[in-house]
C-alpha cells in the first residue's frame, strides 16, 4: 500500500483535464476476434495483434524464451530492467532459460487504421508465480507485428485465461481533441498513425514505473490500460 501510494504520488495522471475517461472493463468491447477490426487498413482479419501475442508465446514454448523475445521485437522496442533499456541490445546473447515463461492475452486495444495495439494479459512463470503484462506492437510494411514496448509486473492472484478475447477499436469518427499523451525526460510515448490510440510510459529512480494507454472514442480520450509497477524488492 506504501508503495502505492509513493508511485500514485510521483506519477500523477497523464490525462488532459475531464476528457479522459478512467479505464473500464467490459462495456464497449467487441467479443468476436474475427471482427474486431484489426484488419481494416488492409490486414486480413485472422492477421492480429492478438495472432501476434500468441504466436509470440508458443514461440517461447518451442524456440525458448529470450530467442523469442528477440524475433518479435523492433529493432528500437524497449523493455524494463527495471530501467528502460533497448530491448535487442539487453536479449543479444542472453542465454534462454531451461523453461520458459508462460502468457496469454486478456484484452486488446487497437487504433482505428488498425497501425497500432496494445495487448495486456497474464503469464505464469515455471516456478507457478503469476503476474501480468503490457505489449504495445506495432505493424510492419509487410503487414506483420513488432512488439515496441513490453513490461508487467508479479501479482498474488493471476489473471485467468478467458475464452474469449475483450477488444475494442478506436473510433475513426469525431474531431480529435487534445493529445493526452506526455512526454518527458523520465518518460516514453507513442500514438498510432491516424492518432487514435496512444501509449507512454514514465519511470521513477527507484525502478517503480507507470505504463497508460488511451483510445480515442469518437467524443473522447478513454483510458484503457493504467499500470503502477512497484520498485523491485
Known sequence: MIAALLLAAAFPPPFVSSEVEKPVTGAGFSTSLETNGQGRAGQPASVTALDAERAFAADAQKLGQW????????????????????????????????????????????????????????????????????TVWQRQPDGGWKWIVDGGDDLKVGRDKPRIIQSEVGSCAGTLTQDPILSSDNAGGGRASDRTLGWMWETAQDGSRRFWAAIWTGKRWKAVVDDKIAAPK
Not at 89 to 102: G, T, V
Open 67 to 134: 530467442t523469442a523475445f528477440r524475433k518479435w521485437a523492433a529493432s528500437d522496442a524497449t523493455m524494463f530492467v527495471p530501467q528502460p533499456v533497448n530491448a535487442q541490445a539487453w536479449l543479444k546473447d542472453r542465454a534462454d532459460p531451461a523453461k520458459a515463461i508462460s502468457w496469454w492475452p486478456t484484452a486488446s486495444y487497437v487504433s482505428c487504421d488498425g497501425s497500432l495495439a496494445v495487448n495486456t494479459g497474464g503469464w505464469k512463470r515455471p516456478d507457478g508465480s503469476v503476474g501480468y503484462f503490457s
